[in-house]
């Protein structure tokens, strides 16, 4: 049976890789292979995974895997799922811009930071730039990542808008394309793309934004990496007809993984000069990131469960 199967949309530098390991400690969810799939073969993996739990057997139903996640663009994934006949409950998180890109920057330029470390144990030195610098080379052209891409490997314009709202087949001369023998589509990473939307990423459709409104108030689930603990309380409300006490987000702050990696995006004070250029490349992102804490608040009303508004 397909009824029932869930899709987790993994948007890199939310809190994904923690959401995701967190999410499989819900009960009645469990991930169908790994917990963080992303990169090349990612497409021809989560097919298998997919087919794999489609001809698992009724009787093994108590065992049976429902929860399917992936990096990269979700028009993508679901083209997976509607080509084996399936409709998933989608889950997602989004993530605060000033946040969001911060934390990219400091997954590349930071001492603890992924791309740095990896630089370094490969034997090489790591480009450094500044934030400053970083988001200038891309407040009037959001396709500056092949000048940036040795310092830092993320393109931070409107970063989740992209993810979320680029269509299948897209670019046909932008982005890395890839193949998979098990799954015969041209995927192409939508991170570092530019020329998804007709005059970029920094002008998207009013009808994308339309879709991207649609998308968030229909999802199975909308949390925010803000109310990282009420969106675990929220999402085990939805999975297991609970309702969250009243203490839940204290005690889900406990249980769960979540976990920075050092990057300590959310405790760094900002200048008026980056916040100012964050604003610039992700505009779109925060009207997007409006939709979900609306639509999470709206959740938390429901389940009687009390929420803060964020500071402005």
């Known amino acids: 049976s397909s009824q029932g199967l869930f899709f987790y949309q993994h948007i890199a530098k939310t809190g994904g890789t923690s959401w995701s390991k967190d999410l499989a400690t819900l009960g009645p969810l469990r991930h169908c292979g790994s917990s963080h799939l992303v990169g090349r073969g990612s497409i021809g993996t989560l097919n298998h995974s997919l087919l794999a739990r489609l001809a698992s057997s009724e009787q093994d139903s108590q065992a049976r895997c429902n929860l399917f996640n992936r990096e990269d663009a979700l028009e993508d994934s679901l083209r997976v799922f509607a080509f084996n006949g399936v409709t998933p409950k989608i889950i997602l998180m989004l993530r ?15 001492p603890t930071g992924y791309q740095r470390r990896q630089s370094e144990l490969s034997g090489k030195s790591h480009p450094d730039i500044s934030l400053v610098d970083w988001l200038t080379l891309y407040v009037n052209t ?8 040795r310092r830092c490997s993320f393109n931070p314009v409107n970063f989740q808008t992209h993810i979320l709202a ?65 969106s675990v309380c929220l999402v085990r409300w939805l999975v297991t007809g609970q309702l969250p006490a009243v203490d839940c987000a204290a005690t889900a702050r406990v249980e769960m993984s ?46 009687k469960f009390t929420m803060f508004r964020r500071a402005k």
Request: glycine share 6%.
């Open 96 to 110: 605060s811009p000033v946040t969001h890109v911060r934390s990219m920057y400091s997954h590349c330029q930071a």
């Open 142 to 149: 959001s396709s500056a990542w092949e000048q940036s891409a």
């Open 166 to 230: 680029a269509p299948n087949g897209d670019v046909q001369s932008v982005g890395r394309e890839r193949r998979s023998r098990s799954w015969k589509m041209k995927s192409v990473f939508h991170d570092r793309s530019n020329f998804v939307f007709p005059q970029g990423r920094f002008l998207v459709p009013a009808h994308v934004l339309d879709r991207l409104h649609s998308l968030i108030q229909t999802a199975f689930f909308v949390g925010v990496t803000e109310y990282y603990a009420h």
């Open 258 to 303: 979540h976990n920075d990696y050092g990057n300590t995006a959310t405790a760094t004070v900002l200048s008026g000069e980056e916040l100012s250029l964050i604003t610039q490349v992700s505009r779109i992102d925060e009207l997007v990131y409006g939709f979900a804490l609306d639509r999470m608040y709206r959740e938390a009303h429901k389940a």
